[in-house]
């Protein structure tokens, strides 16, 4: 059973700073989810890697998979930016596991 | 862009009573999902189906739960006699073949009275 850990749980911070969740599961995966969920619930995919470093716009994934051990960064941090961060484990069969997420809040 | 839609928002029901919640995948998308997350915890997943039958399903999706693709384009899960503590999110997701990526629809919130 894989278990996924991240942190910190909740994390404020002022506007324009660089942000840094951190994701870390037990078994190997073969891919790793991150995900934004808004007040209202709703799940937007980010990004998905299997290894190395993604990057969209102010966001940036890395990976490394002998660690299992996964970074969410943000740059230049702006109240949109406040959401709750999951982080998800695929292993092999396609469900999903999921970490609890981290609750990020960006004060102007 | 195409996404994943599910039906209601939200669904007020009566202990006991049966409800589907209902969701249209991408069309050509080939495996489909059902997760939950109650109020304050992780989501977790419920059920993945591929090829017109369940695949894997969790501890939770025990004999109250079942799910349907009853024509080309919807994915329904049935809960048979809610239970209070089937309150929750209910979110379905979808992903074809070949690919980890799945999309996920807005959610239902489910209440159970």
């Known amino acids: 059973k894989n278990e996924v850990e991240q942190s910190p749980q909740n994390l404020t911070a002022q506007e324009g700073e660089f942000i840094t969740i951190n994701c870390s599961y037990s078994v190997g995966i073969s891919a790793l989810h991150w995900l934004q969920q808004h007040p209202g619930g709703g799940i937007v995919s980010l990004f998905m890697?299997?290894?190395g470093k993604k990057k969209h716009g102010r966001l940036i994934a890395t990976i490394n998979i002998q660690e299992k051990h996964s970074s969410l960064h943000i740059t230049a941090s702006h109240p949109r930016d406040s959401a709750v961060y999951i982080c998800?484990?695929?292993?092999?069969?396609?469900?999903?596991?999921f970490g609890q997420g981290t609750r990020l809040t960006i004060n102007p | 862009e195409p996404e994943v839609t599910q039906t209601p928002s939200h669904q007020v029901t009566q202990m006991g009573q049966e409800v589907i919640l209902r969701c249209v995948p991408i069309?050509?998308?080939?495996?489909f999902y059902w997760y939950r997350q109650i109020l304050g915890q992780k989501v977790e997943f419920l059920v993945s189906?591929?090829?017109?039958?369940?695949?894997?399903k969790s501890e939770i999706f025990d004999d109250q739960f079942s799910v349907e693709r009853p024509d080309g384009s919807n994915f329904t899960l049935k809960i048979r006699s809610t239970k209070l503590e089937d309150s929750a999110m209910y979110f379905c997701?979808?992903?074809?073949?070949?690919?980890?990526?799945?999309?996920f629809g807005p959610g239902t919130r489910l209440t159970v009275l």
């Open positions: 998800a484990v695929c292993q092999g069969a396609q469900k999903l596991v």
């Open positions: 069309s050509n998308h080939l495996y």
């Open positions: 890697l299997s290894s």
């Open positions: 189906f591929y090829n017109n039958e369940i695949s894997e």
């Open positions: 997701a979808s992903n074809f073949r070949g690919s980890n990526e799945q999309f």
